[in-house]
């Protein structure tokens, strides 16, 4: 069973970084898409970045774009989210998750698969304030 824990959560001031980590136990094969997400209050969660763990293919959305890079270490088997020039918008509760990579071939970081096959952990909570 995979098992996913974030940490690196925390309170930054607007235009600051922060270096979210993601690790990962229980992988039964080698080719996983592990995600991040985030949730703000109220609302549904949204994918910001995801990497394959055996080649290293990345996605962003638009929001993240630019901002933020993804990047994972093998022999942690940990993925980790760098986040630099952040703003109060991004402040929301940050998840990853891991599928197998061809849910994430097919259908993106929006696909439900992530919700219905996908392996989440407990989240890290960032807060962007002056």
């Known amino acids: 069973q995979v098992q996913l824990v974030e940490s690196g959560g925390g309170l930054v001031r607007p235009g600051g970084s922060l270096t979210l980590s993601c690790a990962a136990s229980g992988f039964t094969e080698d080719n996983y898409a592990i995600g991040w997400f985030r949730q703000f209050p109220g609302k549904e969660r949204e994918g910001v970045s995801c990497?394959?763990?055996?080649?290293?293919?990345?996605a962003f959305a638009d929001s993240a774009r630019g901002r933020f890079s993804i990047s994972r270490d093998g022999a942690k088997n940990t993925v980790y989210l760098r986040m630099t020039a952040l703003k109060f918008e991004d402040t929301a509760i940050y998840y990853c998750?891991?599928?197998?990579?061809?849910?994430?071939?097919?259908?993106?970081?929006?696909?439900?698969?992530?919700?219905?096959?996908?392996?989440w952990g407990q989240g890290t909570e960032v807060t962007v304030s002056s």
């Open positions: 998750a891991a599928v197998p990579a061809w849910v994430q071939s097919i259908g993106g970081m929006d696909d439900r698969r992530w919700y219905d096959l996908g392996s």
């Open positions: 990497i394959s763990t055996r080649d290293g293919l990345t």
